[in-house]
């Protein structure tokens, strides 16, 4: 039972260079979310998919691409890496809103460490 | 600022000590979740509470959501060291799909 994996967990880049984070969760949860975690900030939201094709931003969606064309991956794309998005990025999965308030559980990935140089 | 606000931010107590963590909102949220976080990995889900007034217990963790579904609290009883960790309360709002997350309690419990 894999549940939800992030690669690579460590990833060291340049400022300028794209990179792309990969996200993947095998219980067929309609919802996935992108999370940076930074001191001081806890968790923010970067973008959201409610289902295959539909993504939405959250709280700071610049400087970063999200897609979803299969309902068991979500990778997110820093097109133009800059210093400031150096952090720990966090992958999450969550079931269909239509399952009641329980719905609103997250189960996360181990997160990727991303440092821009 | 955040939406969910969460006090105290740094905790250091003796193993066996009794403490309570706070998570406050403006807004009315449809149910908030408590998560526990560890160096290194991502957060894992301790408990949801969905109904104003709502008290759940998990073994010597004690979680209430107020009863205007704005507020949360986390007591635990006889804090041991295993209970280290960062607790993060989340919530999600009736008629908005994402989930906000607050700055987290940085607990540490000495032997």
């Known amino acids: 039972d894999a549940g939800i994996t992030q690669s690579p967990r460590y990833k060291i880049t340049e400022t300028g260079r794209q990179v792309t984070l990969m996200c993947h969760q095998t219980?067929?949860?309609?919802?996935m979310f992108w999370y940076r975690q930074d001191l001081g900030h806890g968790l923010r939201l970067i973008y959201y998919?409610?289902?295959?094709?539909?993504?939405d931003k959250g709280e700071v969606p610049d400087g970063y691409v999200v897609s979803r064309s299969k309902t068991e991956n979500f990778p997110l794309t820093l097109e133009s890496a800059t210093r400031s998005q150096t952090s720990v990025y966090f992958c999450?999965?969550?079931?269909?809103?239509?399952?009641?308030?329980?719905?609103?559980?997250?189960?996360f990935g181990p997160g990727t460490r991303l440092t821009v140089t | 600022t955040q939406l969910l606000e969460q006090s105290p931010q740094f905790l250091s107590i003796q193993e066996g000590e009794n403490l309570t963590v706070y998570c406050n909102s403006s807004?009315?949220?449809?149910?908030l979740q408590w998560y526990r976080q560890e160096p290194g990995e991502g957060p894992v889900l301790l408990v949801t509470?969905?109904?104003?007034?709502e008290v759940k217990k998990l073994k010597r963790l004690t979680f209430q959501f107020g009863d205007a579904r704005k507020d949360s609290s986390l007591h635990i009883t006889a804090a041991q060291p295993g209970d280290t960790g960062l607790y993060l309360c989340?919530?999600?709002?009736?008629?908005?799909?994402?989930?906000?997350f607050g700055a987290g309690t940085r607990l540490t419990v000495k032997p």
């Open positions: 999450a999965s969550s079931r269909d809103r239509n399952r009641g308030p329980r719905a609103y559980e997250q189960y």
């Open positions: 219980w067929s949860h309609s919802y």
């Open positions: 998919s409610a289902a295959a094709d539909i993504t």
């Open positions: 807004s009315v949220f449809s149910s």
């Open positions: 509470v969905v109904t104003g007034g």
């Open positions: 989340a919530g999600g709002r009736t008629n908005n799909n994402d989930m906000r």
